[in-house]
C-alpha cells in the first residue's frame, strides 16, 4: 500500500510562508510523478502543482504562479510546496498524490486530481489575520 504524509501546514497571516512536504514512508518517490491538490469548504478538489521525476518538468495552477514552488528531494524522499504571499483564498486542506505517470503531470497545466492513484490525508493550511 502507497502511503503519503503531508506536513507543514498552519494558521498564517496574509503576505506569510509557509512550506508544505509530502513524504512516502513505504515507496520510493522517485518514479512517480507528485501532484498537490487543495480542497476548501464547500468546493472541489482543485490542483495546485505538480512536478515530473527528477523535477524536469512543474506546473502550476494559475491562482498560485509566481508564488508557489515545488521542489523534491529523492534522496530524503519527500516532495514539497514552497508557498509565498499567501492569501487567504489559499485557506484549504492541502494534500499530496502520486501519479504512475508523468504524462498526467506533463500533459495539462495543472495537474487533475483524477489521474492521480495515491493520496494522503491532506495537511490543513489557514491564512488569516
Known amino acids: 500500500q502507497l502511503q503519503l504524509v503531508e506536513s507543514g501546514g498552519g494558521l498564517v497571516q496574509p503576505g506569510g510562508s509557509l512550506r508544505l512536504s509530502c513524504a512516502a514512508s513505504?515507496?520510493?518517490?522517485?518514479?512517480?510523478?507528485i501532484g498537490w491538490f487543495r480542497q476548501a469548504p464547500g468546493k472541489e478538489r482543485e490542483g495546485v502543482s505538480c512536478?515530473?521525476?527528477?523535477?524536469?518538468?512543474?506546473k502550476y495552477a494559475d491562482s498560485v504562479k509566481g508564488r508557489f514552488s515545488i521542489s523534491r528531494d529523492d534522496a530524503k524522499n519527500t516532495v514539497y510546496l514552497q508557498m509565498n504571499s499567501l492569501k487567504p483564498e489559499d485557506t484549504a486542506v492541502y494534500f499530496c498524490?502520486?501519479?504512475?505517470?508523468?504524462?498526467?503531470?506533463?500533459?495539462?497545466?495543472?495537474?487533475?486530481?483524477?489521474?492521480?492513484?495515491?493520496w494522503g490525508q491532506g495537511t490543513q493550511v489557514t491564512v488569516s489575520s
Open positions: 498524490a502520486a501519479a504512475t505517470r508523468n504524462y498526467y503531470c506533463s500533459r495539462y497545466d495543472a495537474p487533475l486530481p483524477y489521474y492521480y492513484d495515491y
Open positions: 513505504t515507496f520510493t518517490l522517485d518514479n512517480t510523478a
Open positions: 512536478i515530473t521525476t527528477s523535477g524536469g518538468t512543474t
